[in-house]
């Protein structure tokens, strides 16, 4: 576990409510990222972080302290963002298309908006835009275990053992579950073939 989230933990345990807020800012980023993801959606994101930090305080006394905290947080989410799906009728149907660039920043820093600008041709541009608008579109056909396995593998580098440790399945499930996704993904993004008469 990082040191700093071990001293901040040990704090929250020994009493100190305040220590909580470091863990929230430190970690609120990526797990915003993670359960928007997920969800495709910004407002549910956003109810999924909250309510993996409400259950992280409420339960921090199951916390292990020899783990680490961030993966421990991480599992939390997931389970969030599950159950947010299961609620709202998502869990095994097509989610909605989400968009796979990261949601616009809420802090811009000053030294970013000085840099000079490599901007992309028009073409490129609508390039990015077609290839996003498919990969959205074939993100939004996996299941929701599916996408949830496929986004920890590949977005956020999680191991195929911890995948399955969050998800409840073994490691050949969870290999299975990652390859159908990236099976699926392929299929639609295949470039199309062109046949000459």
Known sequence: MEPNDADAVARVMAGDQDAFRVLVERHSRSLFRLAYRMTSNEQDAEDVVQETFLRAYRRLSQFESRSNFGTW????????????????????????????????????SGAMLSLPANDPTP????????????????LAGLSARERTAFVLRHFEGVSIQEIGRMLGLRTSATKNTVFRAV???????????AFSI
């Not at 991480?74 to 989400?98: E, S």
């Not at 073409?123 to 074939?138: G, I, Y």
């Open 73 to 108: 947080l991480y599992r939390v989410a997931v389970n969030c963002a599950l159950d947010l799906m299961r609620r709202k009728g998502r869990h095994d149907t097509q989610l909605q298309p989400a968009q796979l660039v990261e949601p616009v920043e809420r802090e811009t």
């Open 123 to 138: 073409e490129r541009l609508l390039l990015n835009a077609e290839l996003r608008q498919r990969l959205n579109a074939a």
């Open 183 to 193: 099976q699926k993904l392929r299929r639609v993004l295949e470039p199309p073939v």
